[in-house]
């Protein structure tokens, strides 16, 4: 996944602190502010948004088990 804004892909940030993971824009995060602000994506958001997707997309085939799978 790319950020629109800046092309970069997203990756995976963690505030192990707190136990909260994003998916923010790579842009931001190796190249900073002047590059691009700060695009983050909720992980549970993103992951249950594409596992529905995929769901929907393909109701009888294995491929949704597998990913759920996967995700865990």
């Known amino acids: 996944m790319k950020c629109e804004h800046c092309g970069f892909n ?3 940030q ?3 602190k707190h136990n909260i993971f994003y998916y923010v824009d790579g842009g931001n995060m190796n190249k900073g502010k002047s590059v691009c602000g700060r695009f ?3 992980k549970e958001k993103l ?6 997707l995929v769901r929907e997309t393909l109701p009888f085939s294995k491929t949704a088990v597998r990913l759920e799978e996967l995700i865990s």
Not at 47 to 52: A, I, P, S
């Open 47 to 52: 992951e249950g948004f594409v596992l529905d």
């Open 14 to 16: 963690s505030y192990r």
């Open 40 to 42: 983050a994506i909720r």
């Open 10 to 12: 997203y990756q995976g």
